[in-house]
């Protein structure tokens, strides 16, 4: 019996390693793109994908079935929701120039590839809502990178937001 | 006209540099992991406990009270045939 439950511990510890290994880089880049900071220095986006690895540890044997990625994306997108509250201003990164939620639903729709339902329940939106932040979001990260606009703080981004239809 | 933005979008976002994982984020993850299963348990055994002790309490009280019987009548039946 002990040693069943042995045998067991040790299987859970390898299938838990070995989803760590696949799944930690890509969100850890979620988390990256998330917070809005520079790739090489990222605490915040490193505590959260911590959090949400923990949550996914203590609930493995509870997933019946569910697949631990998702589970574990979900965490980040929860935890990311409570720590924006607190943390608004992003440092950089590739989509510093987007507000928190903004970019939660950018990464969720397109570097995630979550569908639009998914990412509306998740979030707790109406569908329309999700696809208008989404728009918005793209609009402002293209016309960020083509050079077309100079934005360098919030406050012109918000102005431009206006302006587009 | 939005696929093609999307699309657009996506490959920004992959050509980001992806930050390297940390060597040892999957010993902090099972450290903090663990910490939780173990508080989880703590709360459970502590539920149990309460309800153990809630119901022998609630035992003891009706052995010592007996709150179910019925009080005595205080009505008289007719007397008849005297």
Redo the contacts between chains.
């Keep these: 019996m002990r040693e069943r439950q042995t045998v067991q511990l040790v299987r859970r510890a390898r299938d838990f390693e070995s989803f760590v290994a696949g799944a930690a880089g890509r969100l850890l880049h979620a988390a990256t793109l998330l917070t809005a900071e520079p790739p090489d220095d990222n605490p915040r986006a490193r505590r959260l994908l911590t959090a949400a690895l923990a949550r996914t540890y203590a609930s493995w044997d509870r997933l019946h079935g569910e697949d631990p990625y998702t589970y574990a994306r979900q965490q980040l997108a929860y935890r990311f929701l409570m720590m924006s509250w607190r943390l608004r201003e992003g440092r950089g990164g590739a989509l510093g120039m987007l507000s928190p939620q903004e970019r939660l639903v950018l990464v969720l729709r397109v570097h995630e590839g979550v569908a639009e339902e998914q990412t509306a329940a998740l979030l707790g939106l109406p569908m329309e809502r999700v696809r208008t932040l989404c728009f918005r979001a793209m609009s402002l990260v293209l016309a960020g990178k083509s050079g077309a606009l100079r934005l360098t703080s919030t406050e012109t981004v918000r102005g431009v937001e206006r302006v587009r239809p | 006209m939005?696929d093609r933005?999307?699309n657009?979008?996506?490959r920004?976002?992959?050509t980001?540099?992806?930050?390297?994982?940390?060597a040892e984020?999957?010993d902090?993850?099972?450290r903090?992991?663990?910490?939780?299963?173990r508080q989880?348990m703590v709360v459970r055994r502590l539920m149990w406990w309460g309800a153990v002790l809630g119901f022998l309490a609630f035992m003891v009280w009706v052995a010592v009270t007996d709150p179910f019987v019925p009080p005595p009548s205080e009505v008289t039946p007719p007397l008849q045939g005297w």
């Excluded at chain 2, 980001?16 to 940390?22: D, F, R």
């Excluded at chain 2, 903090?32 to 299963?37: C, D, E, K, T, Y």
């Design positions: 939005s933005k999307e657009e979008v996506r920004l976002l992959d980001t540099p992806a930050p390297a994982v940390p984020l999957y902090d993850v099972v903090r992991g663990s910490r939780l299963l989880r």
